[in-house]
């Protein structure tokens, strides 16, 4: 049976990539019809420092972010990862299983601990290990994610298949990444050949899900760009990086292909086709801002739903690990 699992940082709020690489697709997911179990993963936050009173705050808008933008507590499972002890407990199994020469090659590392990865946390180092153990405490058999994420998945697949190998079970499911349409790589609106991310120090190479409809609009039209017209054809974007981002954002705002956004538009200067997009942005962005910021009047209630959903991923997730360490040769006698 399909089970998709997938996470989000709640360390900073959430981005326009976040929305449209991730999020929404989530919303897809679930309104499909498929079993569907997402997860604030608070743990992966602190392996870089987090002021505890705003990661609680952060962890409460993204839950809030994600019921706004159409995840429905009663048939999507939403919790934060803390709650389920299960991801730990995995966690530290698969530390034991994956190598470091794997770890020591995942580019996000390297990305993030820089020159000096003397004095980054362990935590940081074994991320990867604590992410497929969030995927396989559910033996969930897709991932929905952005690119940025492929490689992690890999590890994860390779963590899967040396379990099973080294303990001559089929136990766990080789998880297949889904990386999807037009938004699975939405660049930076200030540079075109970087993320978009929610750790870039200027706000304005982003937009963020508690900007308002006069701050979107600002930041697409300030969004750098090139003066030529839009070319017919996506080949005509390949030296434009700022250009092909923009058409990317329409493409995936308005369930289009870029080819199809291209179509639509091929002649048209910035001057034109930027507001275009800022009006697609805000009339996607706002009404979802503005159910957050609604939801996040009532934090007892967002916190029953995040208890809620973590009692029903328990449920999943403990028979698993349990028979993990019966796998493993642990004795349980309790
Ligand atoms: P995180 O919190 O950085 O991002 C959450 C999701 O958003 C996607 N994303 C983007 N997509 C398109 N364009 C962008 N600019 C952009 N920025 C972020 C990410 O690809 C991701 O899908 N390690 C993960 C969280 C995680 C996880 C997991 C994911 C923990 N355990 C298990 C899947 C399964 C992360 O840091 O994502």
Redesign the pocket.
């Known amino acids: 049976a399909t089970r998709i699992?997938?996470?989000?940082?709640p360390?900073g709020g959430l981005?326009l990539?976040?929305y449209?690489?991730?999020?929404k697709r989530f919303v897809e997911k679930q309104d499909e019809g498929i079993e569907t179990v997402y997860?604030l993963?608070d743990m992966?936050a602190i392996t870089v420092w987090q002021d505890p009173a705003r990661l609680r705050q952060q962890t409460r808008e993204a839950a809030a972010g994600f019921i706004a933008a159409g995840i429905d507590p009663a048939r999507s499972i939403l919790f934060n990862q803390s709650q389920v002890h299960a991801h730990a407990e995995l966690a530290w199994i698969f530390n034991c299983v994956a190598r470091m020469g794997w770890m020591s090659r995942m580019t996000q590392f390297k990305d993030k601990a820089g020159k000096n990865s003397e004095n980054v946390s362990l935590g940081l180092f074994a991320?990867p290990a604590?992410?497929a153990a969030?995927?396989l405490a559910y033996k969930a058999t897709h991932?929905?994610?952005?690119?940025?994420?492929k490689q992690?998945?890999e590890l994860c697949r390779d963590i899967a298949a040396k379990f099973n190998n080294d303990f001559g079970v089929d136990f766990f499911p080789i998880t297949e990444p889904v990386i999807e349409g037009a938004?699975?790589?939405?660049?930076s609106l200030r540079d075109g050949t970087k993320?978009?991310?929610?750790s870039d120090p200027s706000d304005q190479s982003r937009i963020n899900l508690t900007d308002d409809a006069d701050m979107i609009a600002k930041k697409i039209k300030k969004a750098k760009t090139d003066a030529e017209a839009l070319p017919g054809e996506m080949d005509g974007l390949a030296d434009r990086p700022e250009a092909r981002n923009l058409v990317n954002i329409y493409a995936a705002l308005a369930d289009m292909t870029p080819q199809a956004v291209l179509t639509q538009h091929a002649g048209a200067q910035f001057g034109s086709f930027k507001p275009a997009l800022a009006d697609l942005a805000v009339s996607v962005m706002s009404p979802i801002t503005t159910e957050m910021n609604r939801l996040m009047q009532d934090v007892a209630e967002i916190d029953r739903i995040l208890g809620e959903g973590a009692v029903r991923a328990d449920a999943i997730a403990r028979p698993i690990v349990n028979d993990v360490y019966d796998i493993v040769g642990m004795i349980r006698s309790r």
């Not at 699992?5 to 940082?9: A, L």
């Not at 993320?195 to 929610?198: D, T, V």
Request: proline share 3%; with cysteine.
């Open positions: 699992f997938s996470g989000i940082q360390s981005t990539g976040n449209l690489g991730a999020l997860c993963v992966h991320y604590l992410m969030d995927i991932v929905p994610v952005g690119e940025d994420q992690h998945l938004g699975t790589r939405v660049m993320k978009m991310s929610k």
